[in-house]
């Protein structure tokens, strides 16, 4: 589960710095720089470390979580087919996260960040019902997920427009993927339900841990795609794109 709420920061600080001798970023990018994506990756890495104490002037408060409402997994169809739903999810650790790479098109406004963060941990309360190994698993509990190696990839596409003599852009598409090398996960403190069940059932949990992300996957990246998207057409909407690319 991974923390994108690092690359809204990234992004917000980006754009809102205006010029290089405001000390937010290492230097002003310029699209005439063969080398603009690295340039890019660096002054976003340098960012990263700017925020994780916050930045008051900036709107922006020391945080390391991101809060997803909700989210839904089915395996297995009919009455009994298992059903877990995840309810106030808290993931941390988002402030060890890098960006590894930048790729950009800055005459057709498209860019494509990959991050790595090497853990990140999640909590959530968590209810069951149907059947599952065999056993009706119905009840409630604990959620808690270990994540390490964790990539994650957002492509952004923007339209520019002028507005007041100074460029501003739209955003026009956002796509986002995630994957994790390793997974540690289970459930807690389960209500109505025995040791012995409880100790099979996060067995069941970590042996597919894999396959219960993927089933994770799509709800999580429209939520995050969702969030992500609000949050870049209020920044773009605000700040001139020419103040943080120059020609």
């Known amino acids: 589960m991974e923390k994108f709420q690092t690359l809204f920061l990234v992004l917000a600080a980006v754009i809102t710095s205006g010029t290089s001798n405001t000390g937010l970023f290492r230097e002003r990018c310029s699209r005439q720089d063969p080398d603009v994506d690295a340039c890019l990756r660096r002054s976003f890495n340098s960012l990263l470390d700017y ?6 002037e900036l709107g922006i408060e020391e945080t390391d979580d991101i809060v997803i409402d909700e989210l839904s997994i089915a ?7 298992y059903r877990a739903t995840f309810k106030d999810i808290h993931a941390s650790g988002a402030n060890n996260m890098t960006i590894t790479n930048v ?10 960040l990959t991050l790595f963060g090497p853990h990140i941990s999640a909590r959530a309360r968590y209810r069951s019902s149907g059947v599952l190994l065999l056993v009706r698993a119905s009840g409630g509990g604990e959620y808690w997920g270990e994540y390490d190696g964790v990539k994650a990839k957002v492509y952004f596409r923007g339209t520019p427009y002028t507005r007041n003599k100074r460029t501003y852009l739209k955003l026009q598409q956002l796509k986002l993927d995630f994957s994790v090398k390793d997974i540690q996960m289970g459930v807690e403190n389960l209500q109505n339900t025995n040791a ?18 993927k089933e994770m996957k799509p709800e999580l990246k429209r939520d995050l795609a969702g969030k992500m998207s609000h949050f ?16």
């Open 51 to 56: 925020l994780k104490s916050g930045a008051p």
């Open 75 to 81: 395996l297995g169809s009919g009455p009994d087919g």
């Open 103 to 112: 790729r950009s098109d800055l005459d057709t406004y498209q860019f494509q």
């Open 196 to 213: 012995v069940l409880e100790a099979a059932l996060n067995l069941f949990i970590n042996t597919n841990a894999q396959e219960l992300l």
């Open 232 to 247: 870049l057409e209020r920044i773009f909407d605000q700040i001139p794109f020419d103040e943080w690319v120059s020609d």
